[in-house]
C-alpha cells in the first residue's frame, strides 16, 4: 500500500515555566493512502499536536512529515496554507457553520475558493450533501438542524473538496453519544465510498471498531498500533 502520510522522528517541544514539555516525543509513523486511521489517547497524550503538525498548522521541533509528495514540515507560511487549502479536507468538533446561511451555502462557501464555475459549484455540493444523507435539507439554515446534521453539513463540506486526507479532530465531542456513533459510520462508509484517506483523533475507544488502523499515544509516544478487522 502507497503511503500518504510519512512521520519521520518528529518531536514538539513546548516551553513551560521552567520545564521543557515534549507534546510530540520522536515518532516515526506510515499511513496508507485509502485508510481509516483513529488516534486515540488521552488529554494530553499528543492527540491534537500530531494532527496539527500533519496538517502544516505547527512546525514540530525536530523532523520531518511527507504528506504525498510534499514535505510539509519545510513549506513558507504562505505555501503550507496553500497546501492546506487545496489538500485536506477538516472535520472538527464544534460545526464552523455559519448560522445566516443555509446548508448547501454552507458548502459552497468553502469550495467557491476551488469551484468557480456556479453550476459545478452546486452540483458538487447537492452531490456531497447527498452523500451524508442530507438530500432535500439544502435550504435549511443551522439552527434548524440538530446537532448530528450540522455535523453531517461539516463532513460534506470538507468531502466537497475532494482532499487527499480527510481530518477529523473529535468529530463526536459535542454530540451525545448514539448521534456520536452515526457520525463515526458515516466517516468510515464515506472513507470505502470515496477512497479518501481519513485520519481522526478521539478520546472516545469505540471508534477503534470503525477503523483500519488504531494508534493509541500516550505521552507524545505511540503506546500501540492495532489493525482493524
Known amino acids: 500500500m502507497d ?19 515534549k507534546a510530540v516525543n520522536d515518532l516515526s509513523l506510515e499511513i496508507g493512502k485509502g485508510q481509516f486511521v483513529v488516534i486515540l489517547g488521552p488529554s494530553g497524550s499528543g492527540k491534537t499536536t500530531l494532527l496539527n503538525i500533519i496538517s502544516g498548522l505547527v512546525s514540530p521541533t525536530d523532523g520531518k512529515v511527507m504528506v504525498g509528495d510534499k514535505e510539509i514540515t519545510s513549506l513558507s507560511d504562505d505555501d503550507a496554507t496553500k497546501f492546506r487549502a487545496e489538500s485536506i479536507g477538516f472535520v472538527f468538533q464544534f460545526f464552523n457553520l455559519f448560522p445566516t446561511l443555509t446548508t ?64 477529523a479532530d473529535e468529530p463526536t465531542g459535542n454530540l ?23 485520519l481522526a483523533v478521539t478520546h472516545w475507544d469505540e471508534a477503534s471498531e470503525f477503523a483500519d488502523l488504531t494508534i493509541r499515544l500516550r505521552s507524545g509516544r505511540i503506546e500501540s498500533i492495532e489493525n482493524g478487522e
Open 176 to 198: 451525545d453519544s448514539e448521534t456520536g456513533e452515526t457520525i463515526w459510520k458515516l466517516l468510515r462508509d464515506l472513507n470505502r465510498e470515496t477512497g479518501t484517506t481519513v
Open 3 to 21: 503511503s500518504i502520510v510519512t512521520i519521520d522522528s518528529i518531536t514538539k517541544e513546548y516551553q513551560s515555566g521552567d520545564k521543557v514539555v
Open 104 to 167: 448547501i451555502e454552507n458548502v459552497e462557501i468553502g469550495l467557491a475558493l476551488k469551484v468557480k464555475d456556479p453550476s459545478e459549484l452546486r452540483e458538487r455540493s447537492l452531490r456531497y450533501l447527498k452523500m451524508v444523507g442530507l438530500e432535500g435539507m439544502e435550504g435549511k439554515f443551522p439552527d434548524q438542524l440538530s446537532g448530528g446534521e450540522q455535523q453531517r453539513v461539516s463532513v460534506a463540506r470538507a468531502l466537497s473538496m475532494e482532499p487527499e486526507l480527510l481530518i
